[in-house]
C-alpha cells in the first residue's frame, strides 16, 4: 500500500493547544500536488496577536502571507497553531513580521513569499512591515494585499 503523504501531520485533527511560544511552535508541510505550476498561496490573518517587549501591553496586526510554492506547502492549521504562539510572545512589530517570513521560508522552501505586517497604532502610529524573499517568478499574477492603509483600520 502507498505511503499517505499526511501520515507526517501531527496537528491537523489534533486538539490543537497552541504552542507557549514560536520557538515551540512547528510548522508542518505536505507536498505541493501542483509542484511545477506557478501560482500564489495567501494567508489572511486580520486579528494576529503579540505583546511589547518593553510595556507588555497588546500589539494587533493584519498579516498577509503571499507565497508561490515550489515542492511544499504549509499545513494551515499548524500555522494558525504557530501565528497563535506569538500572543504572549513580546517582540517589536518588525521582528514579529519578518520572524513569521523567515519560518514559513525555512520550512517550505518556497519559489517566493513576501508578508505584508499591517500594525494597528502604538503611541498613535501605526507600523507596516514589509518583507519579501526576492523576485516574483515571471508571469505570476499577485493581486494588491487589499489592506488600505491606516485610517481607523478595520
Given at each position: 500500500?502507498?505511503?499517505n503523504?499526511?501520515d507526517?501531520?501531527?496537528?491537523?485533527?489534533g486538539?490543537?493547544?497552541?504552542?507557549a511560544?514560536?520557538?515551540?511552535a512547528?510548522?508542518?508541510?505536505?507536498?505541493?500536488?501542483?509542484?511545477?505550476?506557478?501560482?500564489?498561496?495567501?494567508?489572511?490573518?486580520p486579528?494576529?496577536?503579540?505583546?511589547?517587549?518593553?510595556?507588555?501591553?497588546p500589539?494587533?496586526?493584519?498579516?498577509?502571507?503571499?507565497?508561490a510554492?515550489?515542492?511544499?506547502?504549509?499545513?494551515?492549521?499548524?500555522?494558525?497553531?504557530?501565528l497563535?504562539?506569538?500572543?504572549?510572545?513580546?517582540?517589536?512589530?518588525?521582528?514579529?513580521?519578518?520572524?513569521?517570513?523567515k519560518?514559513?521560508?525555512?520550512?517550505?522552501?518556497?519559489?517566493?513569499?513576501?508578508?505584508?505586517?499591517?500594525w494597528?497604532?502604538?503611541?498613535?502610529?501605526p507600523?507596516?512591515?514589509?518583507?519579501?524573499?526576492?523576485?516574483?517568478?515571471?508571469?505570476?499574477?499577485?493581486?494588491?494585499?487589499?489592506?488600505?492603509?491606516?485610517?481607523?483600520?478595520?
Amino acid at each position: 500500500m502507498a505511503e499517505n503523504i499526511y501520515d507526517n501531520l501531527s496537528q491537523l485533527g489534533g486538539d490543537g493547544e497552541t504552542p507557549a511560544s514560536p520557538e515551540d511552535a512547528r510548522l508542518e508541510t505536505v507536498p505541493n500536488p501542483q509542484a511545477g505550476e506557478d501560482y500564489l498561496v495567501r494567508f489572511s490573518c486580520p486579528e494576529f496577536t503579540s505583546v511589547c517587549p518593553v510595556t507588555c501591553h497588546p500589539d494587533f496586526a493584519h498579516l498577509v502571507i503571499d507565497y508561490a510554492p515550489d515542492g511544499l506547502l504549509v499545513e494551515s492549521k499548524s500555522l494558525k497553531l504557530y501565528l497563535g504562539s506569538f500572543r504572549n510572545h513580546g517582540a517589536f512589530h518588525e521582528d514579529c513580521t519578518v520572524a513569521i517570513a523567515k519560518k514559513i521560508t525555512q520550512a517550505t522552501k518556497p519559489k517566493w513569499l513576501r508578508i505584508g505586517g499591517y500594525w494597528y497604532p502604538r503611541g498613535g502610529i501605526p507600523i507596516d512591515v514589509f518583507y519579501q524573499t526576492g523576485e516574483k517568478p515571471e508571469g505570476l499574477w499577485i493581486p494588491d494585499q487589499g489592506v488600505p492603509g491606516y485610517r481607523g483600520r478595520g
